[in-house]
């Protein structure tokens, strides 16, 4: 197993401002903090509700009238920048030990293309985020601005046990990335081979190492929704 440090520079979390977003924010800072990595924390302030509000016909429903009523922009910044200060202190709260950057994004464009290299990111993804969203969906747009993928269970503080390298060869980066987080996390090394890459032969774990490619999407799914375990999908490009 090589014993090359980690190629990654950070790890690009998105912020939602909802409940869920504590426990992954939390996930992701631990895995951070193992690989010394910058934290790098997103809010997508989506433009489309203030251009809604604007239209004379838009209508919204309040509870406490029991009654539609027009939509008033007003509101709706107001509501926007509610929900940006809650996920930056947020994100500050949860990253107060780490090297760490919070950014607003206005523009959908931005959220595919960011300014660093991908080569060197970790992008997060996980279903509470999106419940509506396909996993195939999700993953191919994190694909789209990091190299690598983080997947994580919803609602999962992180936990200790064993760090599990699913490989498909003996030159598979896989084995010396989970190598060093071994270590780091002062916990034991499992290597599997990718043969028996079936989420039900997966063994419980603190997190799995994979490389792009060696299971298929399906089976990355089943392993953080169902055995409640993060996995690290290593980008197969260079940095």
């Known amino acids: 197993m090589s014993n090359t440090a980690p190629p990654f520079k950070r790890i690009i979390v998105d912020l939602h401002c909802s409940g869920c977003d504590r426990l992954i924010v939390r996930q992701a800072a631990d895995l951070a903090q193992l690989l010394q990595l910058e934290l790098f924390g997103r809010f997508f302030a989506d433009p489309a509700p203030a251009r809604l509000a604007a ?3 838009a209508r919204e429903f309040r509870p406490g009238e029991h009654a539609w009523a027009p939509l008033e922009g007003h509101n709706v910044s107001q509501e926007l ?4 200060t809650a996920a930056e202190r947020l994100f500050k709260q949860m990253t107060a ?3 760490r950057q919070f950014q607003i994004i206005h523009d959908p464009a931005q959220l595919e293309h960011p300014q660093d290299g991908r080569g060197e990111s970790i992008a997060v993804i996980h279903q509470s985020g999106y ?3 396909p996993f195939e969906q999700m993953l191919a747009s994190a694909f789209q601005t990091a190299a690598s993928v983080l997947i994580l269970p919803s609602g999962v503080p992180p936990k200790s046990g064993p760090i599990l390298a699913v490989v498909n060869g003996a030159e598979d980066p896989a084995a010396g990335i989970a190598a060093a987080l071994a270590r780091a996390a002062g916990e034991p090394l499992l290597r599997l081979d990718s043969q028996a890459g079936t ?5 419980a774990a603190r997190l799995i190492v994979t490389s792009r490619g060696t299971l298929p999407n399906a089976t990355l799914a089943l392993i953080a929704t169902r055995k409640k375990t993060p996995v690290l999908v290593i980008g197969t490009e260079p940095a």
């Open 55 to 57: 239209l004379p016909f």
């Open 131 to 133: 419940p509506s969203a």
């Open 199 to 203: 989420a039900a032969q997966v063994p």
């Open 97 to 99: 030990t780490l090297p």
């Open 81 to 84: 920048s509610l929900a940006i």
